[in-house]
T-cell receptor, first 115, second 116 residues
Framework: AQKITQTQPGMFVQEKEAVTLDCTYD???????LFWYKQPSSGEMIFLIY??????QNATEGRYSLNFQKARKSANLVISASQLGDSAMYFC????????????FGAGTRLFVKA | EAGVAQSPRYKIIEKRQSVAFWCNPI?????LYWYQQILGQGPKLLIQ????????DSQLPKDRFSAERLKGVDSTLKIQPAKLEDSAVYLC??????????????FGPGTRLLVL
């Protein structure tokens, strides 16, 4: 079964607009961490934002925020005021205790920012 | 602060040949990971080291892949013999412990391997 599901293979957004990238996850562990990474065409994975399962507030880091809905098991990434440099692959990931604290990645969403 | 270093950046080999990748993690990071990322997919963990001990190698194809981390710093990943399906990007990451679920990984630029 898919642990991390990213249903949008590709997304387009106009420069300066906001965009939401979807991520749903599956775990029976009450304690877990959720991450978003950006992978530009250069290939390096860049850490963007972290949300803990017990965190009361949604995480924010600059233009990035994580819309965490625990009951729905969703952890969507919101990018505000999109920039051309935001064009990249975005991966949602989860770290859980079941199976030994592995970090599992989704298949990714490719974001295209239009000028 | 220097990031995670990997070499080579690109490698083209023929099937049944051997290849080795090198990784130097961020200074002070005790945990080191090797991932395989096939085109169009997310990274898949191959092996995780804590200092120079193996924590998880459950997804490492041990008949052809091997990895070591001597002295708890640099690491090498070897494939011998390579198959066509090994064509992928091999990513190295390192992390420092913050909290058990908050172990943010920092990735290197990856090695793109093409097996012909």
């Amino acid at each position: 079964a898919q642990k991390i599901t990213q249903t949008q293979p590709g997304m387009f957004v106009q420069e300066k607009e906001a965009v939401t990238l979807d991520c749903t996850y599956d775990t029976s562990d009450p304690s877990y961490g959720l991450f978003w990474y950006k992978q530009p065409s250069s290939g390096e994975m860049i850490f963007l934002i972290y949300q803990g399962s017990y965190d009361q507030q949604n995480a924010t880091e600059g233009r990035y925020s994580l819309n965490f809905q625990k009951a729905r098991k969703s952890a969507n990434l919101v990018i505000s005021a999109s920039q051309l440099g935001d064009s990249a692959m975005y991966f949602c990931a989860m770290r859980e205790g079941h199976g030994g604290f592995k970090t599992i990645f989704g298949a990714g969403t490719r974001l295209f920012v239009k000028a | 602060e220097a990031g995670v270093a990997q070499s080579p950046r690109y490698k083209i080999i023929e099937k049944r040949q051997s290849v080795a990748f090198w990784c130097n993690p961020i200074s002070g990071h005790a945990t080191l990971y090797w991932y395989q990322q096939i085109l169009g997919q997310g990274p898949k963990l191959l092996i995780q080291f804590q200092n120079n001990g193996v924590v998880d190698d459950s997804q490492l194809p041990k008949d052809r892949f091997s990895a070591e981390r001597l002295k708890g710093v640099d690491s090498t990943l070897k494939i011998q013999p390579a198959k066509l399906e090994d064509s992928a990007v091999y990513l190295c990451a390192s992390s420092i412990y913050l909290a058990v679920y908050q172990e943010t990984q920092y990735f290197g630029p990856g090695t793109r391997l093409l097996v012909l």
